[in-house]
């Protein structure tokens, strides 16, 4: 067992520190005050080649793996939250479907733009009545000659409006099963954002993350060709919670970043904040704080870079995933309130990042499957 | 080569548009004091098309000696006539020091030259002596006397290094402009004057010149400024700059400032000084209404002389000024620039 | 067309400089980076790479952990890394540098070279102009603008308040400033591809037309006859004056020191 990182991750990991430093610090505080999404981030992410990591090369992408990703979005989050999640649900929640149930002509068509960072991606699951519980859907799609048609909303969708393509699921049939209950059967597809009857509702003024952009999208009579139909026909569910396992390696990678932001941020200003004539960091409970929080931080890293390893060699990977999601978050949450509270008064004004920091962290908690959803989907591995 | 062949100090006497630019005279001034300790004489090397002229100017400053090297070919600076002349000069007259300005013109000259005659050069000298080498004797070595001590800082200026050149002729160096003095003028003074052409014939290594285009930009580099005047969050408005403008005016001196000053959108990031901005190393900085934050010091406490003007007299910029003063910018800057108008009017 | 980018890897000062017990830097200590105007020079080959086709060759000098440079400079998109690495090489001065990689250009085939100005170890901008010389090519150090035309190159040259427009028939060799473009980053695949590629070892006997008398420690014309840290300047003096004896206390300092 090897816990050094290669000469290759080390210079990857320069590669988007350095880059985060330059180009996305400096504007992580105003992109959170004017909720405005960093488009010219992203085009410059585009460029470097971010918005395609894990994608093969043939399909536009770096052909790196889910580790070099990982380090990707948690660098980023340690400066922009914000930033972090865009990289993540594009790649995570659009590219990776795609690339994985994609036809060659949908690759050629969608993933290829996606990999390369000329199309953003986002992925539609969640509606009022149905988070991850997929017999809630309403969504509806209905094949009528080459077409199909939908007609329903999604809510809370990250990199809605600003997106080009969206992975959407939506109810295709409903099945009665032996037990005489009637079944939802889900299918996957891919709307491109324009086609008509495809509208956006309100956007969500949220607590963090407020430069990523969340819409309602709305369906109405939004006909699409048949050929956009991603994966087979009813195993739509199966291609949400997977794509979802992937996609919870992305939020905890962000999670993950938020907290040794957090962290490294603290060290900074302990050193240099002075009371009672001595530098905070000078007193034991500052000392004592700070070990605990680089300690979860160390071990919210191992699991995080565990299941991105598990991405790459195993076929299934959702209890890793879960594990790592659901630490990372819990230790993003904790991590960045103790840095507020370290902070004093200061943590809790805005010039401070630890202040964006703390609200940014909370959702990791919840997006993607709740702190609640991971230990059930732990526990249900454990008692299978 | 013999080194003892090797006589005399010799200095380019860089000129620009047919004038002689600050450094000729500054090196002529060292080159003077450099001869004194080694019983020699200092020598002027002028290079140009029409420039004899020049001559006069540069033995009132002190060159006993002007060679000119004068050809239509040299009109403007180009690396490789420019390098076929000094070399060809050094051949000629083979002199044991050789100094040329640390310019955007001698920085390119120096090397191409050093390297054609097959000597040491050491670049950005801020201070030169004449003395031994090695410094202290060494058991089993040869102490040489008589020998160039170039000092210059590298690193970034994290650490000076003190060099000799014992078995090549000339020891040769660039010289930083700004720091040597030029000796005062000595009205009416000659030098003698030797007029040399080696003869210039265009090769491949020519370059042609398309076009020359001067300056127009109003924006000077901070870099390049010999006298700053730095203000930070303390002038209080973009407006107050003003007596910034003033000072830095009468001292032929460039403003720039502060990072909260560029954060506030009172002036652009080319005028900003500090670790994210650019690192400056002037003669005189003035810190005005700047509290000196380490990220600000790590880009200008290189300067010679560091003269603080702040209110707060806890502010971290009067741990590295030279000359602090605590009080109201808005009383003393406007008063200074009064003063120093008087004086130089006076001069 | 060919171009060889000549990069040094250099200590990063930003990060702060570690200095050894005895007063010499410490630079097993400190990060390293790819030289500043180095990776602008690189970034003007690419870009010339980008706009006409051209094979873009790295060479560096150094210890062999310099190999880093030129895998950095792969990953932003260079074809071929050169490293040039020797016991006997050490010590050398801008002379013996330059002799040096001259000896290991000779053997390649080449239209342009492109160097930083300076290194910010050094600051010394020779090493460029030493190379051209010893290859009897022309030079244009200070480049801000590069363009191509024919079998010339038409350079922006800077100076301290203008700029010259040149036409060098090419091979040429130029030195490039930071300032003259922003360098792209590396793409996350050009660094595992970086690393999957072989990088091109040369010492001593791969060095063509250089005598050993020219090279390392031995060849240096230059000696170091001391050295030592810049010792941090403290605090002056500080004055609490009313406006008119401020003033009169400036003056005075400003005469001292022959400002005025």
Redesign the interface.
């Known amino acids: 067992m090897d816990f050094m990182l ?3 991750h080390e ?2 990991r320069t ?1 988007f520190k ?2 985060a430093e330059k180009e996305v610090k400096p504007l992580a505080q105003e992109v959170d005050e004017t909720e405005v999404f960093p488009r010219g981030t992203v085009e410059k992410m585009a ?4 918005l395609g ?1 894990p994608v093969p ?1 043939e399909y536009g ?4 793996d889910p580790l ?1 990703y990982a380090m ?1 979005v948690e660098e980023l989050s340690k400066v922009c939250g914000t930033t972090g999640v865009i990289v993540s649900a594009h790649t995570s929640l659009c590219c990776d479907p795609i690339m994985t149930y994609g036809t060659e002509e949908q690759k050629q068509k969608y993933l290829v733009p996606l990999a390369k960072g000329e199309k953003i991606g986002a992925f539609g699951l969640t509606e009022p009545g149905a988070g991850t519980d997929a017999q809630g859907q309403q969504t509806k799609a209905v094949l009528d000659g080459d077409e199909w048609v939908l007609n329903g909303s999604k809510i809370f969708i990250t990199n809605g409006k600003e997106a080009d393509v969206y992975v959407i699921f939506a109810v295709t049939d409903v099945v009665t099963d032996a037990k005489g209950r009637s079944k939802k059967m889900i299918s996957a597809f891919i709307v491109e954002k324009g086609t008509p009857g495809f509208t956006f509702g309100t956007k969500e003024k949220k607590m963090g993350i407020r430069g990523s952009s969340t819409y309602e999208l709305i369906f109405t009579d939004c006909r699409i060709p048949k050929e956009n139909l991603l994966g087979k026909e009813g195993k739509g569910f199966g291609i949400a919670m997977h794509t979802l396992d992937g996609g919870r390696i992305g939020i905890a990678s962000q999670a993950l970043g938020l907290a040794e932001g957090a962290l490294e941020r603290t060290i900074e200003y302990v050193k240099e904040r002075k009371q009672f004539g001595r530098a905070i960091g000078a007193f034991q409970n500052t000392q004592f704080q700070l070990a605990d929080m680089a300690t979860k931080v160390q071990a919210a890293q191992l699991l995080v870079y565990k299941a991105a390893v598990a991405k790459a060699t195993q076929k299934v990977y959702s209890v890793e995933a879960a594990m790592a999601k659901l630490y990372a978050a819990e230790v993003a949450m904790e991590v960045t309130t103790k840095a507020v509270q370290l902070h004093g008064g200061y943590g809790y004004i805005r010039e401070y990042d630890v202040e964006r920091m703390m609200r940014d962290a909370k959702i990791t908690e919840i997006y993607e499957g709740t702190s609640e959803v991971q230990r059930m989907v732990i526990s249900g591995s454990l008692l299978k | 080569m013999n080194i003892q062949d090797y006589k005399g100090v010799f200095v380019f006497a860089q000129q620009v548009d047919n004038v002689l630019s600050g450094i000729a005279l500054e090196l002529v001034g060292k080159g003077k004091d450099l001869a004194k300790d080694l019983n020699t004489e200092v020598t002027a090397v002028l290079v140009g098309s029409d420039v004899k002229g020049l001559a006069d100017e540069l033995a009132e400053y002190g060159a006993d000696k002007v060679i000119v090297v004068d050809d239509p070919e040299l009109k403007e600076y180009r690396t490789e006539p420019y390098a076929h002349a000094l070399s060809s000069v050094i051949d000629e007259f083979k002199p044991e020091i050789f100094l040329v300005g640390a310019t955007a013109i001698g920085r390119d000259l120096g090397p191409r030259v050093s390297a054609r005659i097959h000597t040491g050069l050491t670049a950005d000298c801020t201070q030169l002596d004449i003395g031994d080498f090695p410094i202290n004797p060494v058991p089993g070595k040869e102490q040489l006397h008589n020998q160039l001590l170039m000092t210059r800082p590298a690193f970034g200026g994290n650490t000076i290094a003190t060099i000799a050149c014992p078995d090549f002729r000339p020891q040769m160096a660039t010289v930083r402009p700004g720091v040597m003095q030029k000796a005062p003028k000595e009205a009416g003074k000659k030098a003698v004057v030797v007029e040399f052409n080696p003869g210039f014939t265009p090769n491949d290594k020519y370059v042609e010149i398309l076009e020359v285009v001067k300056a127009v930009s109003d924006v000077a580099d901070i870099m390049d400024a010999k006298i700053l005047v730095s203000g930070g969050r303390g002038v209080g408005s973009p407006e107050n700059f003003k007596i910034l403008e003033d000072l830095a005016e009468v001292l032929g001196g460039t403003v720039s400032c502060s990072r909260a000053v560029v954060d506030a959108g009172w002036k652009p990031k080319d005028l900003q000084v500090g670790q994210t901005g650019k690192t400056v190393r002037p003669n005189v900085y003035f810190a005005i209404g700047i509290s000196g934050a380490i990220q600000h010091v790590a880009g200008m406490e290189e300067a010679d002389v560091i003269i603080a003007i702040n209110k707060d007299e806890t502010a971290p910029i009067f741990e590295v000024a030279d000359y602090g003063i605590v009080g109201d910018l808005n009383k003393i800057v406007p008063a200074l620039t009064e003063k120093l108008k008087a004086e130089l009017a006076a001069k | 067309m060919k171009i060889v980018v000549c990069v040094k890897q250099v200590p990063d000062t930003k990060g702060g400089v570690k200095f050894n017990p005895d007063g010499t830097l410490d630079r097993g200590a400190m990060l390293t980076i790819m030289n500043p105007d180095d990776k602008a020079g690189l970034e003007a080959a690419l870009r010339l790479k980008d706009q006409y086709g051209a094979e873009v060759t790295v060479v560096t000098m150094g210890l062999p952990k310099a190999e880093e440079v030129l895998r950095e400079a792969m990953a932003m998109g260079a074809d071929k890394g050169i490293l040039v690495t020797d016991r006997v090489l050490g010590g050398a001065d801008t002379w013996a540098t330059s002799q040096t990689l001259a000896g290991a250009i000779r053997n390649l085939e080449y239209d342009l070279i492109i160097t930083g100005r300076q290194a910010i170890d050094g600051d010394t901008a020779q090493v460029g102009p030493q190379i051209s010389e010893h290859l009897g090519i022309p030079v244009i150090s200070y480049a801000q603008k590069i363009q191509i035309e024919g079998d010339s190159v038409i350079v922006e040259r800077q100076y301290d308040d203008r700029y010259h427009v040149l036409k060098a028939k090419m091979p040429c060799l130029i030195t490039a400033l930071a300032e003259l473009n922003e360098p792209r980053y590396m793409t996350p695949g050009g660094i595992f591809d970086a690393y999957n590629a072989e990088i091109t070892v040369w010492g001593r006997a791969n060095l063509v037309d250089v005598d050993d008398s020219n090279l390392g420690l031995k060849g240096s014309p230059t000696q170091i006859a001391k050295a030592s840290d810049k010792v941090r300047k403290g605090a002056g003096e500080k004055v609490t004056l009313d406006p008119t004896e401020s003033v009169d206390y400036i003056v005075d300092k400003l005469k001292a020191k022959h400002v005025i």
């Open positions: 290669t000469k290759q210079m990857a590669l350095e880059f460029k470097a080649g971010f990591i090369k992408g770096q052909g790196c070099t990707c």
